[in-house]
């Protein structure tokens, strides 16, 4: 059996932001100069990571966050530190590193390399921008809602107008201030078909290094692991220590589902999307999952277009949802497409030799 699992997944994400904090983020496509919608590959991570702790109903492991005060009181954030112990779920699967001055290094890299979710060909997905505001009407009871007007007085103080002072205003200015806001601003969000893909290193999957010169590994956390039952092993990279079968059998399902039914969860309540999957490919090559599930070039038409294609031919697994004949021309679908996913990938990962690899 070959040691990596390759994943692809096509999404369908409709008018939403992957991203909140300053907008949704994108990049130019240097061929077609269009600005494409994306979801970075830490975004992607960070949410499987939050999918797995949800699904196996475990905490993700306490990192520390540190401040330093200066002379002058004044507070910088430093490099925050992970517990860099493996028997947590997400740092077994999501990777940790711990540098500190006058202390060792430990590092141990993810076994899941992650792609930023993106569009599956750059005329198939993109930014929209509209003219969205920020409205909040009440005036159909304006009885029942407060209204408060203010003006700055000589010091430029905020004062309230008086009622009485209020009404002569009003009606000397032919105004009206009701129970309503009106914020106009521009906004963009994602639609279109996304793409991304996993690579599962089957051979540090469950194995942790116990090599000292790089180390994985911090003494009091190695000597944990073996006496929580894990047992000493050797993969290709050398010498490890390797997780009990009872808790893989518990964690391959979670991860497996995670790795399928992850969701952006930093939407905004306002431009939520399903983001539904429409077809998945595995394969131990690469290749094969890039062929199965792609964009193709469409010229023979007055405006160039993408045209999403899914190949049947391709030496990969292939399950497609009934959602994906709204999308893909000519595919047909099966509600049970991404349970038949997990269920490979469950059987794949279970098949692998962790004990016995060299």
């Known amino acids: 059996m070959k040691p990596f699992i390759y994943l692809r997944a096509l999404r369908y994400a409709e008018h939403t932001v992957f991203g909140v904090q300053e907008g949704q983020k994108f990049y130019t496509d240097p061929r077609y100069g269009r600005r494409l919608a994306y979801s970075s590959g830490q975004q992607v991570k960070r949410s499987i990571m939050e999918t797995l702790s949800d699904h196996l109903n475990v ?15 004044k507070a910088e954030m430093k490099e925050p530190h992970s517990p860099c112990d493996p028997s947590f779920p997400d740092q077994l699967l999501g990777g940790y590193m711990k540098a500190e001055k006058d202390s ?23 930014l929209e921008r509209e003219t969205e505001a920020v409205d909040f009407d009440r005036s159909s009871k304006p009885d029942h809602h407060i209204v408060k007007v203010y003006q700055l007085d000589d010091k430029n103080n905020r004062v309230e107008i008086p009622h009485d002072e209020l009404n002569e205003w009003l009606i000397s200015k032919n105004r009206s201030l009701g129970p309503k806001y009106y914020n106009p601003s521009g906004q963009t969000r994602a639609t279109g078909l996304f793409v991304n893909d996993i690579a599962i290193d089957l051979r540090t999957l469950f194995c942790v290094s116990t090599n000292r010169f790089e180390p994985e590994l911090f003494p009091d956390i190695e000597t944990k692991l073996k006496e929580t039952g894990w047992t000493q092993g050797q993969n290709v990279f050398g010498k490890c220590l390797i997780l009990p079968i009872e808790q893989r059998k518990s964690i391959i ?29 595995i394969s131990d090559n690469a290749n ?32 497609v949802t009934p959602s994906c004949s709204g999308h893909v021309q000519g595919s047909v679908g099966s509600a049970d497409a991404i349970d038949n996913a997990k269920q490979k990938l469950i059987d794949l990962m279970m098949a692998f030799d962790y004990e016995n690899q060299v």
């Open 104 to 126: 060792m290094t430990v590092k141990r890299r993810s076994p899941l390399s992650i792609s930023a979710m993106r569009p599956l060909h750059p005329l198939l997905g993109g």
């Open 288 to 319: 094969q999952i890039a062929f199965a599930i792609r964009g193709e070039l469409r010229e023979d038409i007055e405006m160039p277009a993408g045209i999403p294609r899914i190949d049947e031919s391709a030496k990969a697994d292939i399950f």
């Open 253 to 281: 399902p979670a991860l497996s589902e995670s790795l399928l039914n992850w969701r952006i969860t930093s939407n905004q309540a306002r431009s939520f999307s399903l983001m539904e999957t429409l077809a998945i490919a």
């Open 59 to 73: 905490p993700f492991a306490a990192i520390t966050f540190n401040w330093e005060i200066d002379k002058k009181g």
